[in-house]
C-alpha cells in the first residue's frame, strides 16, 4: 500500500507556503488540511490507478495531482461542515476547528480556497504533461478530462453538495428518514468522493468501462458503510479515538442510522456492506491485497 508519509510530502508540496498570498489563509490552507486525516481518498485513488497500470512517470504527473486535489476537496467539505451554520464543531483531527483557530470568516474562505485549489492542481498538472511529456499528453488527455470531470460532478450539486443539502434541510429537528432516504443521503453526501477516489484513478491507469462501473459501485457501498461507521463512533467511540467532537449527531438532534435503526441493526449492515464490497473487488484484476486490508481495517466494528 502507498506509504502515508509519501502522501504527506506530496500534499505538503502542492500547498501554498505558509508565507504567500494574502493575510493568513496559507497557513489556514494548510493548517486544515496537513493537520492529520486518514487520506483514504488519495490512498484509494492511488491504489486504484495500481490496479491497472505500474507506469510510474504517469503515476507521478496524473494520479498524484488528483489524489491531492481529492483531499482538499475532502478537507474543504470538512472546515465547512464544521461551521457553526453547519454542525458547529470545535475539534477534528484532535484540533482545534479551522473557524475555531482562525474564526468564522476564514473559516469560510479557508474551504472555498481549498474547493478553488482543487482545480488549480488539476489545471497545473494538465499543463506539466503538456509541457514535459507531450507524448503522454496525446495519449492519456482524454482520460484526464474525463476523469476531472468525474471528480467534480461527484464533489457538487448533483453529488456531495447536494447530499449536504438533504442533511441540512430534511434530516433536522429529528425528523424521521426512512432508510432509503437515509441511503441516498449518505450516498451523495460520503459515496461520492469514494466513488471519485476508485474511479478516477482507474480512469488515468487507463482501465475499461466494466471496471470502473465496478468500482463506482464498490465506492458507493463503501460510503454507506463509512457513513454508518461514522454514526457509530459518534455514540461509541471517545475524543481519543476519534480526535473530534463525539456526540455531535445528537447535539444537532441528527437522525442517523444509529438514531433510527439502533447500534446492533448499524454493525449488521456494515457487515452486509463489507460482504458485497468484497464480492465485487474480486471481479477485479491486480493485486487487491491494499483495498482488503484497508476495508478489513474499517469496517471491523
Ligand atoms: C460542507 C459541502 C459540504 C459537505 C460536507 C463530508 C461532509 C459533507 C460532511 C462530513 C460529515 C461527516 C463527518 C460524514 C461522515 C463521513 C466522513 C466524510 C467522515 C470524515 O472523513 P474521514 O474519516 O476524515 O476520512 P479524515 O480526517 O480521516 O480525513
Given at each position: 500500500?502507498?506509504d502515508?508519509?509519501k502522501?504527506e510530502e506530496?500534499?505538503?508540496?502542492?500547498l501554498p507556503k505558509?508565507d504567500e498570498?494574502?493575510?493568513?489563509l496559507s497557513?489556514?490552507m494548510?493548517?486544515?488540511?496537513?493537520?492529520?486525516g486518514?487520506r483514504?481518498?488519495?490512498?484509494?485513488?492511488?491504489?486504484?490507478?495500481?490496479?491497472?497500470s505500474?507506469?510510474?512517470?504517469l503515476?507521478?504527473?496524473?494520479a498524484?495531482?488528483?489524489?491531492?486535489?481529492?483531499e482538499c476537496?475532502?478537507g474543504?467539505?470538512?472546515v465547512?461542515?464544521?461551521l457553526?451554520?453547519?454542525?458547529?464543531?470545535?475539534?477534528?483531527?484532535g484540533a482545534?476547528?479551522t473557524?475555531?483557530r482562525?474564526?468564522?470568516?476564514?473559516?469560510?474562505?479557508?474551504g472555498?480556497a481549498l474547493?478553488?485549489?482543487s482545480?488549480?492542481?488539476?489545471t497545473s498538472?494538465?499543463?506539466n504533461l503538456?509541457?514535459?511529456k507531450p507524448?503522454?499528453?496525446?495519449d492519456?488527455?482524454?482520460n484526464?478530462?474525463?476523469a476531472?470531470?468525474?471528480l467534480?460532478?461527484?464533489a457538487g450539486a448533483?453529488?456531495?453538495?447536494?447530499g449536504?443539502?438533504?442533511d441540512?434541510e430534511?434530516?433536522?429537528?429529528n425528523?424521521r428518514p426512512?432508510?432509503?432516504?437515509?441511503?441516498t443521503?449518505?450516498?451523495?453526501?460520503?459515496s461520492?468522493?469514494?466513488?471519485?477516489?476508485?474511479c478516477?484513478?482507474?480512469i488515468l491507469?487507463?482501465?475499461?468501462?466494466?471496471a470502473?462501473s465496478l468500482l463506482?459501485d464498490?465506492?458507493?457501498?463503501?460510503?454507506?458503510a463509512?457513513?454508518?461507521?461514522?454514526d457509530?463512533l459518534d455514540v461509541?467511540?471517545?475524543?481519543a479515538?476519534t480526535?473530534?467532537d463525539?456526540?455531535s449527531d445528537?447535539k444537532n438532534?441528527k437522525?442517523?442510522?444509529v438514531?433510527i435503526f439502533?447500534l446492533?441493526?448499524?454493525?449488521?449492515?456494515?457487515?452486509?456492506?463489507?460482504d458485497?464490497?468484497?464480492m465485487?473487488l474480486?471481479?477485479l484484476?491486480?493485486?487487491?491485497?491494499a483495498?482488503?486490508t484497508?476495508f478489513g481495517?474499517?469496517?471491523s466494528i
Amino acid at each position: 500500500m502507498i506509504d502515508l508519509k509519501k502522501i504527506e510530502e506530496l500534499l505538503e508540496e502542492c500547498l501554498p507556503k505558509e508565507d504567500e498570498g494574502y493575510g493568513l489563509l496559507s497557513s489556514a490552507m494548510r493548517y486544515s488540511i496537513l493537520g492529520g486525516g486518514k487520506r483514504l481518498r488519495a490512498i484509494m485513488l492511488i491504489e486504484s490507478f495500481r490496479l491497472f497500470s505500474d507506469d510510474k512517470e504517469l503515476e507521478e504527473y496524473t494520479a498524484y495531482p488528483f489524489a491531492c486535489a481529492l483531499e482538499c476537496i475532502h478537507g474543504y467539505s470538512l472546515v465547512h461542515d464544521d461551521l457553526p451554520a453547519m454542525d458547529n464543531d470545535e475539534y477534528r483531527r484532535g484540533a482545534l476547528t479551522t473557524h475555531k483557530r482562525y474564526g468564522h470568516a476564514m473559516g469560510i474562505l479557508t474551504g472555498d480556497a481549498l474547493l478553488n485549489y482543487s482545480a488549480e492542481i488539476i489545471t497545473s498538472a494538465g499543463e506539466n504533461l503538456e509541457k514535459n511529456k507531450p507524448d503522454y499528453y496525446m495519449d492519456n488527455m482524454r482520460n484526464f478530462m474525463r476523469a476531472a470531470s468525474i471528480l467534480y460532478k461527484n464533489a457538487g450539486a448533483f453529488g456531495m453538495i447536494g447530499g449536504q443539502v438533504l442533511d441540512v434541510e430534511g434530516f433536522k429537528d429529528n425528523a424521521r428518514p426512512d432508510e432509503n432516504m437515509l441511503a441516498t443521503m449518505c450516498e451523495l453526501k460520503t459515496s461520492r468522493l469514494f466513488q471519485s477516489a476508485l474511479c478516477c484513478g482507474a480512469i488515468l491507469a487507463g482501465a475499461d468501462e466494466t471496471a470502473v462501473s465496478l468500482l463506482d459501485d464498490i465506492g458507493r457501498l463503501m460510503g454507506l458503510a463509512f457513513q454508518i461507521r461514522d454514526d457509530i463512533l459518534d455514540v461509541t467511540a471517545s475524543f481519543a479515538e476519534t480526535g473530534k467532537d463525539t456526540g455531535s449527531d445528537e447535539k444537532n438532534n441528527k437522525s442517523t442510522f444509529v438514531s433510527i435503526f439502533g447500534l446492533d441493526a448499524a454493525r449488521e449492515k456494515i457487515k452486509e456492506l463489507y460482504d458485497e464490497m468484497m464480492m465485487k473487488l474480486l471481479k477485479l484484476p491486480g493485486d487487491k491485497s491494499a483495498f482488503e486490508t484497508l476495508f478489513g481495517r474499517l469496517f471491523s466494528i
